[in-house]
């Protein structure tokens, strides 16, 4: 290559290398913003430390935010833009703290949004807030938890409000150590005899464990009048599911007949059952008292992965075993008119039951997995 050409071609390159560079300078920056929502708001939260000179307006359903602070950029200038999915009102509120600047928009109409962007693809800099996060099902509990704050505080009660929360948290706290000691008595029990007596306990588990377990399972229908009436933050659809479905089987496929008293499925499904409970209620007695014990936590959140699976699958054996056993006894049966001569068996119910038990299964697993996934993803943005 001739020197002239050359030096033409260095000339250029550094004419495009200063291009690119004061490009790069008069661009924008992008602060990381995290959103969440409720039925009638959506809430900003800019990471921008010691913001100055901040400008929020909401035109034409679209958020324009500029100002000064320190950012993943350093001190500069940050702005962005979001264009909402649904109409939003044009008053718009904003707090500057030292680390972030919250943002409060309220929706037009109340509903739940599926995305927060007119676009389908989320912007970069966006994120959801964990930490404010909650499903649809979630904010509905909590509004209820408020309109019952709301009706506690209008009637002149001897105690205020403060007694009631603390009635409140003294009935969860004794419920819940009933059950622990209830479960707790069922596991040992079960696992000293097996150790004993080897296989030979596996015959007689519903004879030595049947009168705790009965009492605990009553006991539980409190856990669905809780959610029901917001007195915990839970979904009332899969509580109500786990514990109709185990008094189903505790009462009807295994207290009804006799015969599967001396099976060994009654085993299995008392033990997983309450290999279950011992971590779960202890976790709640401490949440009660606002303290927190790691390894208690991770179990509570992830032990059920195998165990509820397999609780399921031995429910499933016991109500199959139990099917010919109807079929025999007539129990439970639909008498049909004297015209037709016969009755309809109890056991066709059970084998639609098989199918909504895999089904529950499928509802109370995803149910259980959004918890444990935003209770960890909480954690790990905190950290």
């Not at 430390?49 to 035109?59: G, M, R």
């Not at 109409?109 to 989320?122: A, F, Y």
């Not at 969860?172 to 080897?198: A, P």
């Not at 699976?309 to 010919?324: D, K, M, N, R």
């Amino acid at each position: 290559m001739k020197r002239g050409n050359f030096l033409h071609c260095s000339s250029s390159l550094i004419f495009l290398n200063q291009s690119f560079t004061k490009k790069n300078e008069t661009m924008p920056l992008t602060p990381l913003v995290y959103w969440a929502q409720r039925h009638e708001d959506i809430y900003l939260r800019v990471e921008l430390t010691d913001a100055q000179n901040i400008d929020v307006n909401v035109n034409d359903n679209v958020l324009q935010f500029k100002a000064q602070g320190h950012g993943a950029k350093g001190q500069n200038e940050y702005e962005f833009s979001l264009e909402f999915l649904l109409p939003v009102k044009s008053e718009v509120s904003h707090k500057s703290t030292q680390r972030q600047v919250n943002i409060t928009v309220q929706k037009e109409q109340r509903g739940w949004w599926k995305r927060l962007t007119l676009q389908e693809r989320k912007p970069v800099f966006l994120a959801p807030d964990f930490d404010r996060w909650l499903d649809e099902s979630d904010a509905e509990m909590e509004i209820r938890e408020k309109l019952l704050s709301s009706v506690a505080s209008m009637f002149s009660f001897s105690l205020n409000v403060s007694g009631f929360v603390s009635l409140k948290t003294g009935f969860l706290f004794v419920y819940n150590l009933v059950q622990f000691l209830g479960f707790s008595w069922i596991f040992v029990n079960m696992t000293v005899r097996l150790f004993i007596f080897g296989q030979d306990s596996l015959y007689d588990t519903f004879h030595t464990i049947s009168d705790v377990m009965f009492f605990c399972q009553i006991l539980a229908a409190v856990e669905v009048l809780n959610a029901a009436f917001g007195v915990v933050q839970t979904g009332v659809i899969p509580t109500f599911i786990q514990v109709v479905g185990r008094n189903f089987i505790l009462f009807i496929i295994f207290g009804s007949l006799g015969e599967m008293h001396n099976q060994p499925v009654v085993f299995f499904v008392f033990y997983l059952w309450s290999t279950i409970e011992i971590f779960r209620y202890p976790f709640y007695m401490l949440g009660c008292l606002n303290t927190e014990w790691k390894t208690l936590t991770w179990l509570r959140y992830t032990i059920w992965i195998p165990l509820y699976p397999l609780g399921v699958i031995a429910e499933a054996v016991a109500v199959i075993q139990s099917i010919p056993i109807f079929d025999e006894t007539k129990l439970f049966s639909i008498p049909l008119p004297k015209a037709v001569g016969t009755s309809i068996s109890f056991s066709y119910v059970l084998h639609i039951y098989l199918v909504l038990m895999f089904l529950g299964l499928f509802i109370n697993f995803r149910h259980l997995y959004k918890q444990r996934k935003r209770r960890f993803c909480t954690k790990r943005k905190a950290n």
